[in-house]
Structure formats: structure tokens, C-alpha cells
């Protein structure tokens, strides 16, 4: 019935370099008809001319170095792991921001609660999209332990505001570029978390060879490969 569908069509357009192999391997039939136009990000909507320092005034945020993560709250997004990571790291000016509503809220509290981390891992629930560029620009390193994605939007986003990001391997995509930290296992997700909390130079660094990766995703740069491919058919 899929390839009924898609074989209507004159282009079928994949978010990433891996999807696109995977629709190629599922439905070889139409693999001329695939091609990769990646996600994009609006690059300005990250502009924020406040501090750091001002915004983790306005937000209520802990000093320190904080560590984010943005998405729904469920299994698979694996932010339980956090509470680990936590606890493995025990710098007591590192702190973890877990944002987000789902399914695994109350499990996620009652863990945080259970290992004595409130203080050091907040859950600070849903926030609006309007605010996501604040509490990312207050913030220091970009924790998304996802165990799959099609394509995580918020690593965008978050390379937009020049924020390290650490990843695993299951979730890498081409299109992130090869300056993300890509973990194999939770050991190594841990080790560059750790480097990133202690190395404010490393820091820095990663976070704006990230910030190129993104500006070339730049939202108005993924539009006019749609527009390409409008004036080509």
C-alpha cells in the first residue's frame, strides 16, 4: 500500500542522509525517485541578546555548568540515564536540566528523588516552544541520550545557541556534521560529558564548530533546495 502511494508522486523527499537509505533498502522500486533534503533551523530565532548570566537570572536557574535536555519524556528518549550520569559526575557545580511532559515523568521524579539529586537534576516539566532558545542560550552542554530519531530537531537548535552536544551512536546523522560528540555506550557518554564539564576551552570550542554546522542548515538554505527541486519537475 506504501509503495502504491509514493509512486504517485515525482519526488519523495527524505529528512536525512539515513532515512534516505532506509527508504531506498524498504522500497527499491522508486530509489531514483529519493533524495535527502535535511531539516533546518532559523538560525535567528537563537539571536538572544541577553547573557547567560541574565537569563539564568530571569529563569531562575541554578550557577554552575548546566547540562540540558529537551524532549518528551518516554523510554526510547532515555532520559533516565541522566540520573546516572549525574551520579557518576560529582562535581557539585554541574547540573542537569531535564525539560519535558510524557510518560515517564513520575518515574524520572521518583528516581531523581530516590538517588537524593534534586538539587543537582531539575525536572522542570513543559515549557513552551517560545521559550526553548532562553533555557538553551542559559545552559552549557546539550545532553540527548535518544536511543532512536528520525532527526532530533532540538540538536539543532541547540547547535544554533553553540552548545556542545553529545549523542549516541544509534542516532548519528550525517547532517550533524562531524564536530557533535558521539558516544558508542554510556561509559563514553559519561567521559566526554565529564571533559566537557572540567574543560571550559574544550567547551567552548566544540560548541562553536557547532554553531557553523548549524548555519549551514540555516532554515532559508533547506527552502531553496525545495524550491530546486519545484523548478526542476
Same mark, same amino acid.
Given at each position: 500500500?506504501?509503495?502504491? #502511494?509514493?509512486?504517485?508522486?515525482?519526488?519523495? *523527499?527524505?529528512?536525512?542522509?539515513?532515512?534516505?537509505?532506509?527508504?531506498? !533498502?524498504?522500497?527499491?522500486?522508486?530509489?531514483?525517485?529519493?533524495?535527502?533534503?535535511?531539516?533546518?533551523?532559523?538560525? /535567528?530565532?537563537?539571536?538572544?541578546?541577553?547573557?547567560?548570566?541574565?537569563?539564568?537570572?530571569?529563569? $531562575?536557574?541554578?550557577?554552575? *555548568?548546566?547540562?540540558?535536555?529537551? +524532549?518528551?519524556?518516554?523510554?526510547?528518549?532515555?532520559?533516565? #540515564?541522566?540520573? /546516572?550520569?549525574? /551520579?557518576?559526575?560529582?562535581?557539585?557545580? #554541574?547540573?542537569?536540566?531535564?525539560?519535558?511532559?510524557?510518560?515517564?515523568?513520575?518515574? *524520572?521524579?521518583?528516581?531523581?528523588?530516590?538517588?537524593?539529586?534534586?538539587?543537582?537534576?531539575?525536572?522542570?516539566?513543559?515549557?513552551?516552544?517560545?521559550?526553548?532558545?532562553?533555557?538553551?542560550?542559559?545552559?552549557?552542554?546539550?545532553?540527548?541520550?535518544?536511543?532512536?530519531?528520525?532527526?532530533?530537531?532540538?540538536?539543532?537548535?541547540?547547535?544554533?545557541?553553540?552548545?556542545?552536544?553529545?549523542? #549516541?551512536?544509534?542516532?548519528?546523522?550525517?547532517?550533524?556534521?562531524? $564536530?557533535?560528540?558521539?558516544?558508542?555506550?554510556?561509559? !563514553?557518554?559519561?567521559?566526554?560529558?565529564?571533559?566537557?564539564?572540567?574543560?571550559?576551552?574544550?567547551?567552548?570550542?566544540? +560548541?562553536?564548530?557547532?554553531?557553523?554546522?548549524?548555519?549551514?542548515?540555516?532554515?532559508?538554505?533547506?527552502?531553496?533546495?525545495?524550491? !530546486?527541486?519545484?523548478?526542476?519537475?
Amino acid at each position: 500500500i506504501y509503495l502504491l #502511494f509514493l509512486k504517485q508522486y515525482k519526488k519523495v *523527499i527524505a529528512v536525512s542522509s539515513l532515512t534516505e537509505q532506509t527508504l531506498k !533498502e524498504v522500497f527499491p522500486e522508486i530509489k531514483e525517485k529519493i533524495i535527502t533534503i535535511p531539516n533546518g533551523v532559523d538560525n /535567528k530565532r537563537f539571536d538572544i541578546p541577553e547573557t547567560k548570566e541574565e537569563l539564568r537570572k530571569k529563569l $531562575n536557574l541554578p550557577d554552575g *555548568i548546566l547540562g540540558i535536555c529537551i +524532549g518528551r519524556l518516554s523510554p526510547f528518549k532515555n532520559q533516565n #540515564f541522566l540520573i /546516572k550520569v549525574a /551520579k557518576e559526575i560529582k562535581n557539585a557545580d #554541574f547540573y542537569i536540566l531535564i525539560i519535558g511532559d510524557g510518560d515517564e515523568y513520575e518515574n *524520572i521524579k521518583k528516581e531523581i528523588e530516590k538517588e537524593n539529586l534534586k538539587e543537582r537534576v531539575k525536572l522542570l516539566g513543559f515549557i513552551s516552544s517560545e521559550l526553548v532558545p532562553y533555557y538553551l542560550k542559559a545552559s552549557d552542554i546539550f545532553l540527548y541520550p535518544s536511543l532512536k530519531e528520525g532527526f532530533g530537531i532540538v540538536v539543532l537548535e541547540a547547535m544554533a545557541v553553540e552548545l556542545p552536544v553529545i549523542i #549516541f551512536r544509534d542516532i548519528y546523522i550525517n547532517e550533524f556534521g562531524n $564536530n557533535i560528540l558521539v558516544a558508542n555506550d554510556e561509559k !563514553e557518554f559519561i567521559e566526554y560529558t565529564k571533559k566537557l564539564v572540567e574543560d571550559e576551552k574544550f567547551r567552548k570550542g566544540v +560548541g562553536q564548530k557547532l554553531k557553523q554546522n548549524a548555519l549551514k542548515l540555516d532554515i532559508k538554505n533547506v527552502a531553496e533546495r525545495y524550491l !530546486e527541486v519545484f523548478k526542476n519537475e
